[in-house]
């Protein structure tokens, strides 16, 4: 039986590869700093480890103590646009601690290791974003996933390491955290309603996007330890249907039963519009056909009422507070 280490396990994405990979037959140790995830997420049947990627002795100690076959790492502080104020933290746990996950991986012969990116390398690129475009990445997040893509090639060709990468987007659904103030627009939308809030938009709303059911991330990444033809390739993995934001706050508030006025904020400098093409994650994979946006919305929402209101705290640490969007600016000074 396969045994396979889960970083970020606790969170929303990871938890969801922790069931897939127990399902699929592999023993599974779940490690995560709980920073942003719940251990009430983490299967029960999976080892739960609370430890950051940023520790090196401890991770060290881990990686002696068990014989992995697979790394699955998820762990990441992914507030994109946040990013840019944070720099040295963001670069601390997106970028040290997952070099200092290769490291292990080299040094004990993990047979695949498999890293979850993000669409942000690709910047401004080129409608839909393919994987053979030359990332362009705007922000320090989408670097910081660049870097470690770069990493892994390198290691591959030093080392031996054999690696998948997966470029996922704007994924949503069950076990996200919805008190997250700085990203996961869907999770922030549904929590606002249930508070009774307004929904607070950037710009004018036009911007477009692809939002992905996690049902149709988390199986193909779990997938991937064994999968033929996926080793050291990058793949695109998400929705192919593009929303503008406005169109997608209507959407959220049919699934969540409920109206709410929308609140329209500065626009922040981002990038517009981005979408992927996954005709090779398809080709590889065999994805199935993705989840409608309604009916995703429909079972989120669900859990999102189950669960209540969501608080979490302001980001404490701001490094940069020149440009910092005003809302957040209000937000770290109250």
Known sequence: MPISLVTGAAGFIGSHVVDALLAGGHRVVALDDLSGGFVDNVNPQAMFIEASCTDHTKLARIFNEYEFDYVFHLAAYAAEGLSHFIKRFNYTNNVIGSVNLINEAIKHDVKRFIFTSSIAVYGRNQLPMREELIPSPEDSY?????????ELKASHEMFGLDYVIFRPHNVYGERQNTGDKYRN????????????????????????????????????????ATHDGAN???????????????????????????????????????????????????????????????????????????????????????????????????????
Do not use: C
Not at 196 to 216: C, M, N, P, W
């Open 232 to 334: 050291n390739g990058v793949f695109n993995v998400g929705a192919d249907t593009v929303y503008t934001v406005n169109e997608l706050a209507k959407a959220i508030m049919d699934a969540m039963g409920s109206s709410a006025p929308l609140n329209y904020l500065p626009a922040r400098n981002e990038v517009v519009n981005a979408w992927g093409d996954h005709a090779k994650v398809q080709n590889v994979f065999g994805t199935p056909k993705e989840e409608s946006l309604a009916d995703g919305l429909k079972r989120m929402a669900d859990w999102v009422k189950a669960s209540g209101v969501r608080q979490s705290k302001p980001f404490e640490g701001i490094e940069i507070e020149k440009n910092l969007p005003p809302s957040w600016k209000a937000q770290i000074n109250n």
């Open 185 to 224: 627009v869907i999770g922030i939308f549904m929590n606002q309603i249930l508070a009774g809030k307004s929904l607070t938009l950037f710009g004018d709303g036009e911007q477009k996007r692809a939002f992905s059911y996690i049902a149709d991330v988390a199986p193909t990444i779990a997938k991937s």
């Open 142 to 150: 989408g670097i910081a996933k660049y870097a470690v893509e770069l």
